[in-house]
């Protein structure tokens, strides 16, 4: 017998998203019945979603009910999960901060001021919940997950879980050093964009003197040569076995886009360490593509929304997508059970966090709940050079936009590695402020009393 | 009726600290009896201490008996309390290492590499007092108080109690804004080096509005004439006031020293933020002036020393100092109870702070022990910014010292705020390895196996 549930997608202008979980749903034969309602500000983008998923889930003959609102209160109602997937102020905006920082001499952004219209949306939803659907999870699927999950888990009575995309990042591992994904177990706990692979095992045995042999006799070829076929093509990188050789487990995702300030000093290193084209992701030439890449996706999209005759089965596929969202459901409301990397409340699982810091980590996923492995310890040089101070300046991040402490915000662009000298920051810092978009930041944030 | 301890100074050879020592010994009635032994390497150092100390009590008329040996061993026989003061590496290398970061482009010093010779060195101490005087105290009046009593009361079953100078600040504070010493009370917990005036009290009465009045009437003029007397005198600099502006609590003491790497920046910065005309005691001005007139002090000694004829009494008065050690053992043997500015490990006296973590603050010492006074918490911001980041960096230095881990040297050269590449700090690390008198540390320290 399956289970019909109502889910609304917050954001759901995120087309691809959107598509990919209306798919998942499709091919879940347990949720049919379900209903799935889209909300987003962007009127036009609701329409086309919600076209593009009626016509898909007709195709195949699933039985879904779609709806469209730009009114949030209205998609809450009765929901039993809400996934968040907004991001304010676009790839636009934060092109325009940066350009901003270059200015002042910041090579790519170069600053962090926490982020507080992302936090204050998630908090906005979840506060909404708490009046109109307090049971429903919700599953957070935008940015910042450590520091978002970890305010709501604090501050509302809303069941968290973070996902992100970083995890898979390990079977690129498996397919480059010539491993069959599918054959792999493993594990990587830490925080979100901090994870490090503490097990890696193939057909049973540890494939970690594989990985070694592999960097030993083809890693200086595969740098020499290769080149990246996506702007996040970068998990083999030499930054990437540094971290590896530096802390003895290998870092995954986004963990290998971060690591230390000295990887991202100027387009040449950063070529250096994660490689050609666009020396990653988070460079003035891969950060365009990136873009235009999504922007091409909506084009494409537009297309078949505007082609009544064009098979979306044809265009979009019949295969489950790698997303987690619909298999949590699946094993929270019908007890197929499934293993899954969530960030939820730390309580224990993984030792020298607090419990109410939100950690990344496997979890087992049934009608029981989403109940996280006892992951132990990860190596004290990790933890002193890695996930602690994250922690730290995420409870930074936290205090500040709780106190709205402009100070706090000067230290964090002082904190910058790449910020020269007080004046600098001063100067920075205000010019941001006075940026179009960040106006209700600059009035939110004020300085001490005494300043 | 008087106890007689004994009391064993290693680094006795620091002239001032041993004379301060025999001074407070000599005056204080109830430690009559009392033998101090002075242990040092430098013989002829030794030579001078021992018959200055015995010199002096002889015309005071003290009944103490003086030792003297260049044997640890020897030394902690039979010891009640063993006080450390002891400096492995003096001024004049660390002043090489700062040539040598110079040619690098470090701005004086600018890196930090732990301190292993001094923790060794304390470890040593400790080792030895386990097998020969196991119930002794050690007083540790070394630095790194922070990083070494952490380590010590982690690693030995000695009892180990830090003391430092910064504390005294407060008084400055007091007298500079016209206020009676004697007739302030105060509480200013935290870490070594980073602690926060809670409390300010003159006379009853909260004394922070008057500070606040100085600061607003007569600030800009004393930052505009006032001229440091001594190198230290930065209790009431901009760089103080922008600190308590900031966070809301006054920083005292080495605190001000610190603060962020962008008061430090250059001598020009450092002038701004910490007064004429030296800008602060870490500047290139400044350390030649301090370790010349810790010279000239020696030198004067010698003379002392030279000429029988001279009144000891004269030369060094005959009024007890302001150090805590004579009073802290006084209390511990004879409770003569008073309270004291120590290190001890925090067993929750600081929230926030990990109960094997040494803070500092005021305790009550008698007859039961060094009892910490329960002081709560500091503020999240101070916490977050100052507190935790600097317990984070104890614990990084630690586990290098027992790891050995030369990687984690290089993080460090990393996280310095000057280093400007990978390369620039991998060949700094190297030169300041390869330089004399670091030879055992480049021994020590070795790469990770797959580095």
Not at 23 to 47: H, N, P, Y
Not at 215 to 229: D, L, P
Request: glycine share 8%.
């Amino acid at each position: 017998m399956p289970t019909a549930i109502r889910v609304s997608v917050i954001g759901a202008g995120s087309a691809q998203f959107s598509l990919g979980l209306v798919k998942d749903l499709c091919l879940t034969a347990s949720l049919a019945g379900s209903q799935v309602c889209f909300m987003d500000i962007d009127q036009e983008r609701l329409e086309m979603i919600h076209k593009l998923a009626a016509r898909y889930a007709g195709e195949l003959g699933a039985d879904l009910r779609f709806e469209r609102t730009t009114d949030r209160a209205a998609a809450l109602r009765d929901c039993d999960f809400v996934i968040h997937t907004a991001y304010v102020q676009g790839h636009h905006h934060a092109r325009a901060m940066r350009d901003l920082t270059a200015k002042h001499g910041y090579y790519y952004g170069g600053i962090h001021l926490g982020d507080f219209y992302n936090i204050r949306l998630m908090l906005d939803v979840a506060r909404d919940m708490e009046r109109i659907c307090p049971d429903a999870w919700l599953i957070m699927s935008g940015n910042p997950v450590f520091t978002g999950c970890t305010h709501l888990t604090r501050e509302t009575s809303i069941k968290v879980c973070g996902l992100c995309h970083g995890h898979y990042g390990v079977y690129e591992i498996a397919r480059t050093i010539g491993l069959e994904p599918q054959h792999i177990t493993w594990q990587a706990p830490g925080l979100n964009h901090n994870i490090w692979l503490t097990h890696f095992i193939s057909e049973g045995q540890d494939a970690y003197p594989l990985l070694d042999e592999w960097i030993a006799t083809q890693g200086e070829e595969y740098w020499r040569s290769h080149v990246a076929n996506r702007t996040h093509d970068i998990q083999l990188s030499r930054a990437a076995v540094h971290q590896y050789h530096m802390y003895g487990l290998f870092p995954i995702g986004d963990t290998v886009r971060r690591g230390g300030w000295w990887y991202h000093t100027d387009l040449a290193t950063k070529k250096h360490w994660f490689g050609e084209p666009w020396g990653g992701p988070d460079t003035e030439l891969a950060r365009p593509l990136f873009v235009a890449d999504l922007e091409k996706r909506i084009a494409e999209m537009t297309r078949l929304t505007n082609d009544p005759k064009a098979s979306l089965v044809e265009a979009f596929g019949r295969e489950k997508t790698t997303e987690q969202q619909v298999g949590i459901i699946d094993g929270l409301v019908n007890d197929n059970e499934g293993q899954f990397q969530v960030n939820v409340p730390n309580q224990g699982a993984l030792e020298g966090i607090p419990g109410d810091v939100v950690v990344e980590l496997p979890a087992l996923v049934n009608r029981k709940g989403i109940q996280p492995l006892r992951v132990g310890t990860l190596p004290p040089k990790i933890m002193l050079e890695h996930v602690l101070p994250e922690w730290l300046q995420m409870e930074r991040d936290l205090l500040s936009f709780k106190t709205g402490d402009r100070s706090m915000l000067l230290w964090h662009v002082l904190d910058s590695h790449q910020t020269r000298s007080y004046d600098q920051a001063v100067a920075v810092l205000d010019d941001l402020l006075a940026m179009e978009g960040n106006s209700e930041m600059a009035e939110r944030y004020r300085f001490p009393e005494k300043w």
